[in-house]
């Protein structure tokens, strides 16, 4: 049983930068590839990033890439999602998530475990 709570959102200008974090109770963390997804209001929630459980791979979405790093510390079990160049259609809420296994997944089906979210607003 993993626990996950993410921190770090809240309201930005165009072109700022957000880190959030995602903090993760319970043992065996580093057994855990770990993703960051977002949804905005009426919309599906989307993949953002992954990083697999070393944090030697990972993977970002197409709107992610070049902008956003995802990033993991197994000593302290927590995840990193650094955010910059931000855009008003990355308003949205965020959310961490777990999954056993070794791939990194994009659909948030296949995640175990999820945090409450945190939201990120975009805007001038």
């Known amino acids: 049983q993993v626990q996950l709570v993410e921190t770090g959102g809240g309201l930005v200008q165009p072109g700022g930068s957000l880190r959030l974090s995602c903090a993760a109770s319970?043992?065996?963390?580093?057994?855990?590839?770990m993703g960051w997804f977002r949804q905005a209001p009426g919309k599906e929630r989307d993949f953002v990033a992954g990083i697999r459980r070393s944090g030697g791979s990972t993977y970002y979405a197409d709107s992610a890439k070049g902008r956003f790093t995802i990033s993991r510390d197994n000593a302290k079990n927590t995840v990193y999602l650094q955010m910059n160049s931000l855009k008003p259609e990355d308003t949205a809420v965020y959310y961490c998530?777990?999954?056993?296994?070794?791939?990194?997944?994009?659909?948030?089906?296949?995640?175990?475990?999820w945090g409450q979210g945190t939201q990120v607003t975009v805007s001038s």
């Open positions: 319970g043992r065996s963390f580093s057994s855990y590839v």
């Open positions: 998530a777990a999954r056993g296994g070794t791939y990194i997944a994009t659909t948030p089906s296949e995640y175990d475990y």
